[in-house]
């Protein structure tokens, strides 16, 4: 049977361009990753006005990685969340502020599993807003080859993190709850202009 679009209709797209810019970033050893990439993505953001970043390409490796994996039957089981170990306590920068809200909210359904041990960054891509909010997800391979795949919450880097981040000029991503999801899913659309952009990074503190 062919797909039609009479079958599966279309929902409305919004599809935004600009011209985009490019950022290269490498974290040194023992950095906590996804606070590390939050960070970046900001300091991308502020330095060309944008309101919107991607990763680009990441090669590096890291000792710990926490993945939400796919969606399963056991969706609303949360039995399977792992705690991690929290150390000493300090004063978190911003952008470890902005990982640990959105890690409260994607850790509070599906499956959460913890690896520790040496993997190699196989892949990593993802979005960035200019409010803190991101969706990453990460492929890494252990000593043996072997590959896993997922969500990134959270991770440990081991020798480096090379980074190349992109940012789209003209473009805003937000993201706002789906209430089909029920998610906190990305927003795309025409940003406002680069005076307002100035005063918004600047009001946000980006």
């Not at 950022?23 to 993505?41: C, F, G, N, Q, Y």
């Amino acid at each position: 049977m062919a797909f039609t679009q009479e079958t599966y209709p279309l929902p409305p797209l919004i599809v935004c361009s600009g011209a985009s810019h490019f950022h290269a970033v490498r974290t040194p050893p023992d950095a906590d990753l996804v606070p590390s990439l939050i960070e970046a993505a900001k300091q991308a953001m502020s330095k060309t006005s944008a309101q919107s970043a991607f990763v680009l390409t990441a090669v590096g490796s890291l000792t710990e990685v926490t993945l939400r994996m796919a969606a399963t039957d056991k969706d609303n089981d949360t039995s399977h969340g792992t705690t991690n170990d929290t150390g000493k306590k300090r004063e978190k920068s911003s952008a470890e502020q902005d990982a640990a809200v959105t890690c409260m909210a994607e850790t509070s359904s599906l499956s959460i599993q913890t690896f520790k041990k040496h993997f190699e960054i196989v892949s990593l891509v993802g979005t960035f807003s200019r409010d803190g909010g991101k969706h990453l997800h990460m492929s890494v391979s252990d000593s043996e080859g072997v590959v896993l795949g997922g969500h990134l919450v959270s991770g440990k880097i081991f020798t480096t993190l090379e980074l190349v981040l992109g940012t789209i000029q003209n473009v805003a991503f937000t993201r706002e709850i789906d209430e089909k999801t029920g998610y906190l899913e990305l927003t795309v659309q025409e940003a406002t202009t680069q005076a307002e952009q100035r005063t918004l990074l600047e009001t946000e503190g980006i």
